[in-house]
């Protein structure tokens, strides 16, 4: 129900985290009576009045929910099939030009009514009726059964609003006459400025010499036949061709197998030429590396690394210098480095006791890695040679291969020219007669669109001009029996009486709705009976009361009515104040819900036909379950699980 309300102009949704995740926009198909032209000849009424029939059409409102889009799409045609033809783009604000509130009171004959801010004051100000003003009317929502604000007290502005809503609804509103005034001079304005929009559209559609409806349909199925022609007459000749060129077969496969031969063959020369580039740094790296042992080699030969053999302090000869527990004996400076055996190529032996003696033995033998290094570097130098060779003789290899692979095709295409030259005119005429067949097709497809448009806006007028015609019967209708105020609450507090009766509300005496459209039972304020299962069937009366009567009456109500949980404080703990543990209060409960269902049921079935009314209801009664749209489980494992299909969030 909130999202009925919100297609229809609330500026709220469901925010459950299931909608926000899930929902991108909204749709509602309505379906309502739409005034119509049914023929072009003047009346009395004046030239633009004619005699009005109306139709029943289908409307698709599609509402996005993300960020701050206010535009609302107006599809004609409905859920299962939306007319071909551009939407109507409007806005949800009421106060814009083109908005959904305008849309909708135009549809229940609404539009063009102001309302006073201060009923009581003749130079009040006024405003624009809005869609939203009249929410009251076909909305009864869980909070408004018992929150003691139904007829909008504690809100006096929002009050003023309902009371001339159904004033306006009854046709007994003060200004009524000078309204319908406006109302029919406003249509006028709009009627000569739709005829205009017309004409000129009109008279751009002769200025392109665009055809009518008729001819472009003509034209259409030409040009869709034109097509058809021609692309089988392009399959017939590439057939031709195929069986006129099966001689030539050997010679296809010779040039599709060599050309494949030299993909291969240059794939394996751009692999190894890339390999020799990856190479190439390599081996300088190598030959650098051969560079720096040599020179220290020549270094070592040179120069003595040391040239001490006195100890400088005792002046005795030194002996033989070791590493001893990581320290030099000569300087005691701990030499760690000295214990990698690359860098000094010593002994490493262990003791008995456990301690790691380590000795230079040998100096490190730059002999041995320069021959290492030579040997690395021949065998790279070698595989280098290996893989440009192979590079090469690939390379040069695809180049003999892509020379032959060019004089198969050469000889294939030689042997082919005679049978495919004479279809190449052929075939290019045909692939033409498509091109030309799709462009007539978009051409002929535009020119159908504007003329759907040009439709769209007579329509229209048409039914602008059926809503003009209208609004001045309603004009002549109001002058000549104008309504007491008095007779319409005398009205309203009789059907509010009745259906409390129907209801089975106990002790039912001096029930009426009064001049401020509030309700008594009992001669009580229906806020001050204390009881809150009361309060819910006389919300429930009043709100009925109001359809039913305006229903029957053909009245400018948009007639349907949304009733959320009709069942709210009926219980037996809320009801009438019964007394705790009293057994026969639930049967009450029961029974009561069981008349407010048969009431609906049977007023639907008579006076109500063709009405609507939505309901949502946790516990409907047994009577009621052949008008079950919908059930929903609450859980998982029995769908439907609720409204969001995938929902799984408890």
């Not at 205009?196 to 034209?219: M, T």
Request: charged share 30%; hydrophobic share 40%.
């Amino acid at each position: 129900m909130e999202f009925i309300d919100f297609c229809l102009g609330s500026s709220a949704f469901p925010q459950h985290p299931e909608v926000v995740d899930a929902i991108n926009s909204v749709q509602l198909s309505i379906e309502a009576n739409v005034p119509v032209e049914l023929s072009a000849e003047d009346s009395e009424i004046g030239p633009d009045a004619a005699r009005l029939g109306y139709a029943r059409q289908r409307f698709l409102i599609q509402r996005s929910v993300e960020g701050s889009i206010k535009d609302v799409l107006i599809f004609f045609g409905d859920l299962d099939e939306v007319e071909q033809v551009a939407p109507n783009v409007v806005s949800s604000d009421s106060s814009a030009n083109e908005s959904i509130s305008k849309f909708l009171l135009a549809l229940c004959g609404l539009d063009g009514i102001k309302l006073r801010v201060a009923p009581t004051k003749p130079d009040s100000a006024t405003h624009q009726l809005s869609f939203r003003d009249t929410a009251p009317l076909w909305f009864l929502t869980n909070t408004r059964l018992d929150n003691k604000n139904l007829v909008f007290e504690h809100a006096p502005h929002k009050a003023n609003k309902l009371r001339q809503v159904v004033d306006i609804l009854f046709d007994v509103f003060d200004e009524g006459r000078a309204i319908l005034a406006g109302q029919v001079a406003e249509l006028q304005e709009q009627l000569r400025g739709e005829r205009k929009g017309i004409d000129a559209l009109r008279r751009f559609i002769r200025e392109q010499g665009i055809l009518g409806p008729v001819e472009l349909d003509s034209l259409m199925d030409q040009a869709r036949t034109r097509r058809t022609q021609a692309v089988l007459r392009l399959a017939d000749i590439d057939d031709v061709a195929r069986e006129q060129t099966v001689f030539a077969a050997e010679a296809r496969r010779a040039y599709q197998e060599k050309e494949a031969r030299a993909r291969e063959v240059s794939g394996k020369a751009r692999e190894r030429e890339t390999l020799l580039r990856r190479l190439t740094p390599l081996r300088a790296q190598y030959a650098d590396d051969l560079k720096k042992l040599t020179l220290l080699k020549e270094a070592k030969r040179l120069f003595d690394p040391l040239a001490v053999t006195v100890c400088p302090a005792c002046a005795s000869e030194l002996g033989e210098i070791s590493i001893v527990n990581g320290r030099c004996t000569l300087c005691r400076s701990s030499v760690p480095h000295l214990a990698h055996e690359a860098l000094t190529s010593v002994k490493v032996d262990a003791g008995q006791d456990g301690n790691t003696d380590t000795s230079i033995a040998d100096e490190f033998d730059v002999s041995k890695e320069l021959n290492s290094t030579k040997r690395r570097l021949n065998e790279l130098n070698d595989y280098i040679a290996a893989v440009s060779a192979e590079a090469k003789d690939a390379r040069s290899e695809s180049s003999v291969l892509d020379g032959e692979s060019i004089e198969l095709r050469v000889r294939f295409d030689n042997l082919t020219k005679e049978a495919v030259t004479p279809l190449l005119a052929e075939r290019d005429a045909a692939v033409r007669a498509v091109a030309d067949a799709d462009l007539s097709i978009d051409q002929v497809a535009n020119q159908q669109r504007m003329l759907g448009s040009v439709e769209k806006h007579e329509r229209e007028v048409e039914s602008l001009a059926a809503r003009l015609n209208e609004a001045r019967r309603r004009a002549a209708d109001a002058e000549a029996a104008r309504r007491e105020r008095s007779e319409m609450l005398s009205k309203l507090s009789g059907r509010f009486r009745d259906i409390l009766e129907s209801f089975g509300y106990p002790k039912l005496t001096e029930a009426e709705i009064n001049g401020l459209l509030i309700p008594h039972v009992r001669g009580i304020r229906y806020d001050r009976v204390g009881s809150s299962g009361a309060t819910t069937l006389i919300s429930l009366a009043w709100e009925l009361a109001i359809f039913e009567l305006a229903y029957e009456e053909g009245r400018r109500h948009p007639g349907f009515l949304l009733i959320d949980s009709p069942q709210k404080n009926l219980a037996p703990e809320g009801l009438f104040e019964a007394a705790e543990g009293d057994e026969g209060s639930q049967e009450v409960a029961e029974a009561i819900v069981r008349r407010i269902y048969r009431h609906l049921t049977e007023w639907l079935a008579t006076s109500g036909s063709g009405a609507q009314i939505i309901i949502v209801d946790n516990v409907p009664p047994p009577s009621v379950t052949a008008s079950i749209v919908v059930k929903y489980s609450g859980s998982i494992a029995e769908p439907p699980y609720g409204l969001i299909d995938d929902a799984s969030a408890p």
